[in-house]
């Protein structure tokens, strides 16, 4: 059964740190480019980041120097590193996969093959 799974989310107040897991079961990550994605109430859709197959990572300049991507391939996991987190911050995260290449100018807008269910990232006093 393909599945992926987001954890992490959670209630922070503004300056604080999180980690969000995206779990891949029946497949595995190493061989997808993924990517994280969130949407907050209102607001579009926003590709947040990514780490390439052969594990280049792109951020978007609203996250830059905050967040970081990692895969971990023995757990077949990616983590996003969410530091110095601010209020606008606060939305639904989703990681999703997509099977060839990405680069700078591609990441955020190629089709995403297979998408998580999500995990609420709440910044607030």
């Known amino acids: 059964h393909v599945q992926l799974v987001e954890s992490g989310g959670d209630l922070v107040q503004p300056g604080g740190s999180l980690r969000l897991s995206c779990a891949a079961s029946?497949?595995?990550?190493?061989?997808?480019?993924v990517g994280w994605f969130r949407q907050a109430p209102g607001k579009e859709h926003e590709g947040v980041s990514c780490?390439?197959?052969?594990?280049?990572?792109y951020y978007a300049d609203s996250v830059k120097g905050r967040f970081t991507i990692s895969r971990d391939n023995a757990k077949n996991a990616v983590y996003l590193y969410m530091n110095s987190l601010k209020p606008e911050d606060t939305a639904v995260y989703s990681c999703?996969?997509?099977?060839?290449?990405?680069?700078?100018?591609?990441?955020?807008?190629?089709?995403?093959?297979?998408w998580g269910q999500g995990t609420q990232v709440t910044v607030s006093p």
């Open positions: 999703a996969v997509y099977k060839g290449r990405v680069n700078e100018q591609t990441w955020s807008s190629v089709e995403y093959d297979f």
């Open positions: 780490v390439a197959i052969e594990d280049n990572t």
């Open positions: 029946g497949f595995t990550l190493s061989g997808y480019a």
